[in-house]
Every structure is written in C-alpha cells, then in structure tokens.
C-alpha cells in the first residue's frame, strides 16, 4: 500500500534561514509525489511534484524538492524562508493504479522575523 | 468560477440531521475527489469521480455517507443522520483528469451539535 509519513508536527525557522520540511514514502510501484501547502481556513494549494527526471524539483513560491530514491525521501526546501511562508505543508503519493492520492498528517511550518 | 467551488462555507446541525455539501469542480475537470479534514490532523480520503467511470467509493467510513457527480459537474456528499463524530472540514478537489495535481476548494466546516 502507498503511504507517506512527515515526521514533524512542527517546524521552526527563523526568517531569512533555510527550511526544510521532511517527507518518506512508501509505495509499491513508482513514487509519485507531490507538496501541497494549506493557509488557514483555506483548502490545499499545490507546489510541486515528482515524476520522473530530475531528483531537484522547483515548484512555486521558490520552493523545491529533493526526490531521493535510496532513502525513500522527498523533503521540501526553501533557501530562504519568509513569514509568509508559515502555513500547514502536505506531502502526497499517487496511487499508480487508481490514481488515489494519501496525504501525510501534515508540518506546520512557523517562520518567525 | 476560476476555481473550485464549495457550498456552504460553514454548515451547524443537530445530531441526527441530514447534510449536503456542494462542489462545483472547476470547468473541463473529468476527475473530483472529496476528502475529510478532521481538526488537527491531515486529509481522509473518502470518494473519488472521474468522468463516467463507477466511482471509487473505498473511502466512505459508513454506509449513511454517500457521493454523487452529474456528468462532469457538480457533485454532492451527503451525510446521513448525522454524529459528533462527523465534524470535520469537508474537502473537494478536481483536476483535469486523475492522477493530476488537484485544485482544492475552501471547503465546508461541519459542526454536529
């Protein structure tokens, strides 16, 4: 079965400082993996993914991910934060087969100036 | 709309009552997922339409949720005889067809009394 798991309730980072938000999966077949990013009483809005090619994936608001196929691992980079950033990360894997997508339980990331 | 549209934004019922959500997805998305929210946690799956294909229902935790989508158009989730437990932020999602990145709506706040 596909799962991912985010290790981390929360995340802390002081403005301007890298970020780091960690991801692993497990999957049976290919991973197909995705961010998405949730501000509050808002739904969930999309960043990036990984499907195939390159390990460093840019998605939107300068955000990045690191596919890392040794250590089943997709963790979501910023070279620099801003407290505009803070908000509730989602990582996401594709089920190949049925095209279901599970969610992991969440990072808040708070950003502080 | 340009994007998905969920209704309504907030909905407070009594224990026992019936409930409908509304999703307009997005014009010209084959594929629509519901999920639920619970406070503090992450995403549920519960159903998920794409195009005239048998729906996948895998994810309904009990026979009084059910699901259904005219055409390529708007869907309702309706709850039956509603439960405390049932208190949740209900989710919709659509994308141009599965498997793709999911535009989410706001969602609709359930509060069961």
């Known amino acids: 079965a596909q799962s991912v798991a985010q290790p981390e309730d929360q995340v802390n980072v002081a403005e301007g400082n890298p970020l780091t938000v960690k991801c692993t999966y497990s999957v049976s077949g290919n991973p197909y993996l995705f961010w998405y990013v949730q501000y509050p009483n808002r739904g969930l809005q999309f960043l990036l993914k990984?499907?195939?090619?390159?390990?460093l994936v840019k998605g939107s608001y300068g955000f990045e991910a690191e596919f890392n196929k040794s250590q089943t691992s997709f963790h979501l980079k910023k070279p620099s934060a801003l407290v505009s950033d803070s908000a509730l990360y989602f990582c996401a894997v594709r089920d190949d087969n049925f095209n279901k997508f599970y969610f992991g339980s969440g990072t808040k990331l708070n950003v502080k100036p | 709309g340009a994007g998905v549209s969920q209704s309504p934004s907030n909905k407070v019922t009594e224990k026992g009552k019936d409930v409908e959500l509304r999703c307009d997805p997005i014009s010209g998305h084959t594929a629509l997922y519901w999920y639920r929210q619970r406070l503090g946690q992450g995403l549920e799956f519960l159903i998920y339409f794409q195009g005239n294909s048998a729906p996948d229902k895998s994810g309904l935790p009990s026979d009084r949720f059910s699901a259904e989508r005219t055409g390529e158009s708007v869907s309702t989730l309706t709850i039956q005889r509603t439960q405390q437990e049932d208190s949740a932020v209900y989710l919709c999602a659509s994308s141009s067809r599965g498997g793709q990145p999911q535009h989410f709506g706001d969602g609709t706040r359930l509060s069961i009394l």
């Open positions: 990984y499907i195939t090619g390159d390990n």
